[in-house]
């Protein structure tokens, strides 16, 4: 399974800006230096996230882009639907259009399977998972720094 790299890099600037003190923002710039993000696309998916009430901006001075709720109450699910990328339970993965229990394609029960341990993942993974994981795993201090 593989999510989209829109998806992908909103997870990533998300991710970063979980890293941040509460309340500290970031400048698109270095948003996308952190996190590996053309510069040309961050702005686009910045505005996405603002849109979706996950961001607040600011310009000026102080201003930037930073969290609109505390890490632990935004999950990887909150932050797919933001730029586009749920997961679809109905989606037939085999072509046949839609299928379900009653009309299943070949292919339905495994992908049920994969689709049920993806929701189940992005649902209960919030960005406070990231960020323990971080800031309790020595290799990761330089992201801090």
Request: aromatic content about 8%.
């Amino acid at each position: 399974m593989r999510v989209s790299q829109t998806a992908e890099y909103a997870l990533r600037a998300m991710a970063q800006l979980a890293l941040l003190p509460e309340g500290v923002g970031a400048r698109a710039k270095d948003l996308a230096d952190a996190a590996d993000i053309p510069a040309h696309y961050i702005s686009k998916l910045l505005r996405k996230l603002v849109v979706a009430g996950l961001l607040q901006s600011r310009k000026g001075h102080g201003g930037g882009f930073r969290l609109s709720y505390p890490p632990e109450d935004i999950s990887f699910l909150n932050v797919l639907e933001a730029v586009g990328q749920g997961v679809e339970p109905d989606r037939c993965s085999f072509g046949w259009g839609m299928c379900d229990p009653n009309n299943p394609c070949p292919l339905h029960p495994a992908w049920t399977q994969l689709n049920e341990a993806m929701m189940e993942w992005a649902t209960e993974t919030t960005l406070a998972d990231i960020r323990a994981y971080v800031y309790n795993d020595a290799r990761w201090q330089t992201l801090l720094e």
